[in-house]
């Protein structure tokens, strides 16, 4: 399961100097640039680890321990997170030649654009013979799906790299810059997604930062409620958040029984979806505040800290298969039957990746059904054709309670699109 990587001798630069406070940094500056007043709001509000950023932390030292290692699998209690933590790594070191400068988890100094800026990327090639400069971003996550096109945290970082190279004397044509996702994929992208830019396109990206950066600094920077405030540390004291509140909890939505279908306005109900992703935000940071509390053994009133439901599991599958296995029992009675394996997973053999049209005539896609999601996703509309609209017309009435609406409306804002 070893990663591939390229037989060289790589350099490897440190990092600049992390400044002691730089809340305009790279991770959030699709929230800053969007939410200027954010940075004054979240001054002395403590940043609350969820479990969820927990097991990101823990999958970006699993990569920056292999990327810096010898390409050897790490070790890891967790054979899943070690999967798509591959599927990062093998991305970083396709970029790899016997010339190229690796940055791992590397600290890049913006200051000469704007005092404080500064980046910490996952992992950086520079490719001296070729001119072009790769600039990886891993996103652990599964819920939120971000996209590489316009991306202005990796526009960050490959500002910062051009930057630290240029001061190196290094000349830079071309840059590709990638997000890699592993647990949420696109259909036509899949894990990976990039960009490629030209390196000049940076000089007007180093002015938008510029300006956007000033406006954080002053003194009635505005506050923007949207998407982008997911992860913002003020989003329990923002006062636009109390806004939505209000506006949901006067809406027909906060009624003691829920309104029938076709009377709430248009507007109303466009509202009320934009604030979904917000108040999801605001309940989850509630829920990984009071966790954290408790863990320090301060369970809120009424609240206490339980385990987990617990699962049984064979200590030593081998040993279970041997002694059982003496007692008579036959190989179908020991063992679950053998399935093939998914396309996507059969998509990564070997002989398979340059062959993929192979398997085109055994698949058939298959929705899981329908979700809701903003206009400017690139998914074609759904259109019921007349099978599904007698079903509808012959189907029994249902009442609201009985409908399950899925709304997906997390798609990251960019401020430069």
Same mark, same amino acid.
């Given at each position: 399961?070893?990663?591939?990587k390229a037989n060289t001798q +790589?350099?490897?630069?440190?990092?600049?100097?992390?400044? =002691?406070?730089?809340?305009?940094?790279?991770?959030?500056?699709? @929230?800053?640039?969007?939410?200027?007043?954010?940075?004054?709001?979240?001054?002395?509000?403590?940043?609350?680890?969820?479990?969820?950023?927990?097991?990101?932390?823990?999958?970006?030292?699993?990569? !920056?321990?292999?990327?810096?290692?010898?390409?050897?699998?790490?070790?890891?209690?967790?054979?899943?997170?070690?999967?798509?933590?591959?599927?990062?790594?093998?991305?970083?070191?396709?970029?790899?030649?016997?010339?190229?400068?690796?940055?791992?988890?590397?600290?890049?100094?913006?200051?000469?654009?704007?005092?404080?800026?500064?980046?910490?990327?996952?992992?950086?090639?520079?490719?001296?013979?070729?001119?072009?400069?790769?600039?990886?971003?891993?996103?652990?996550?599964? &819920?939120?799906?971000?996209?590489?096109?316009?991306?202005?945290?990796?526009?960050?970082? *490959?500002?910062?790299?051009?930057?630290?190279?240029?001061?190196?004397? @290094?000349?830079?044509?071309?840059?590709?810059?990638?997000i890699v996702q592993p647990r949420?994929?696109?259909?036509?992208?899949? !894990?990976?997604?990039?960009?490629?830019?030209?390196?000049?396109?940076?000089?007007?990206?180093?002015?938008? +930062?510029?300006?956007?950066?000033? %406006?954080?600094?002053?003194?009635?920077?505005?506050?923007? *409620?949207?998407?982008?405030?997911?992860?913002?540390?003020?989003?329990?004291?923002?006062?636009?958040?109390?806004?939505?509140?209000?506006?949901?909890?006067?809406?027909?939505?906060?009624? *003691?029984? !829920?309104?029938?279908?076709?009377?709430?306005?248009?507007?109303?109900?466009?509202?009320?979806?934009?604030?979904?992703? +917000?108040?999801?935000?605001?309940?989850? @940071?509630?829920?990984?505040?009071?966790?954290?509390?408790?863990?320090?053994?301060?369970?809120? =009133?009424?609240?206490?800290?339980?385990?987990?439901?617990?699962? %049984?599991?064979?200590?030593?599958?081998?040993?279970?298969?041997?002694?059982?296995?003496?007692? &008579?029992?036959?190989?179908?009675?020991?063992?679950?039957? @053998?399935?093939?394996?998914?396309?996507?997973? +059969?998509?990564?053999?070997?002989?398979?990746? &340059?062959?993929?049209?192979?398997?085109?005539?055994?698949?058939?896609?298959?929705?899981?059904?329908?979700?809701?999601?903003?206009?400017?996703?690139?998914?074609?509309?759904?259109?019921?054709?007349?099978?599904?609209?007698?079903?509808?017309?012959?189907?029994?009435?249902?009442?609201?309670?009985?409908?399950?609406?899925?709304?997906?409306?997390?798609?990251?804002?960019?401020?430069?699109?």
């Open positions: 399961m070893a990663a591939k +790589l350099t490897v630069l440190p990092s600049a100097p992390r400044p =002691e406070h730089s809340p305009i940094g790279a991770s959030s500056m699709h @929230r800053w640039a969007e939410c200027p007043g954010s940075i004054r709001l979240s001054v002395g509000v403590p940043n609350i680890e969820s479990a969820y950023a927990a097991e990101g932390t823990k999958a970006h030292e699993l990569a !920056a321990t292999w990327l810096k290692g010898t390409g050897k699998t790490p070790e890891c209690d967790d054979e899943e997170m070690l999967e798509h933590v591959k599927t990062y790594v093998d991305h970083v070191y396709s970029h790899l030649t016997a010339d190229a400068i690796l940055f791992v988890e590397h600290g890049f100094d913006l200051s000469a654009i704007y005092p404080g800026a500064y980046g910490t990327n996952d992992a950086a090639v520079y490719i001296p013979s070729e001119k072009t400069l790769y600039v990886d971003d891993l996103k652990y996550g599964a &819920g939120k799906f971000v996209k590489a096109q316009n991306n202005p945290q990796l526009k960050y970082y *490959a500002l910062g790299a051009l930057l630290e190279l240029q001061k190196e004397g @290094r000349e830079i044509d071309t840059i590709v810059m990638s949420c994929m696109s259909r036509s992208e899949g !894990a990976v997604r990039s960009h490629t830019i030209d390196a000049m396109d940076l000089l007007e990206f180093a002015g938008d +930062l510029v300006v956007y950066a000033k %406006r954080t600094a002053e003194p009635d920077a505005p506050l923007k *409620a949207g998407d982008h405030c997911q992860f913002c540390p003020a989003i329990q004291v923002c006062p636009e958040i109390g806004k939505i509140k209000q506006t949901v909890a006067k809406s027909e939505f906060a009624a *003691a029984t !829920a309104p029938v279908q076709g009377t709430v306005p248009q507007d109303t109900l466009v509202q009320a979806l934009q604030a979904v992703p +917000l108040l999801k935000a605001l309940i989850e @940071r509630i829920d990984a505040y009071a966790y954290a509390e408790a863990r320090e053994g301060r369970a809120p =009133e009424g609240y206490k800290l339980v385990e987990k439901r617990a699962t %049984r599991k064979w200590r030593d599958e081998h040993t279970v298969a041997m002694e059982l296995g003496k007692l &008579g029992l036959t190989q179908d009675e020991l063992f679950a039957p @053998r399935e093939v394996k998914s396309p996507a997973q +059969l998509e990564k053999i070997e002989r398979i990746k &340059g062959n993929k049209e192979v398997l085109a005539p055994f698949i058939i896609k298959e929705s899981s059904g329908l979700v809701l999601v903003p206009n400017d996703d690139k998914r074609p509309a759904w259109r019921a054709d007349a099978k599904d609209e007698f079903k509808a017309l012959e189907a029994p009435k249902a009442t609201v309670l009985d409908t399950d609406i899925v709304v997906a409306v997390e798609v990251v804002v960019d401020p430069f699109s």
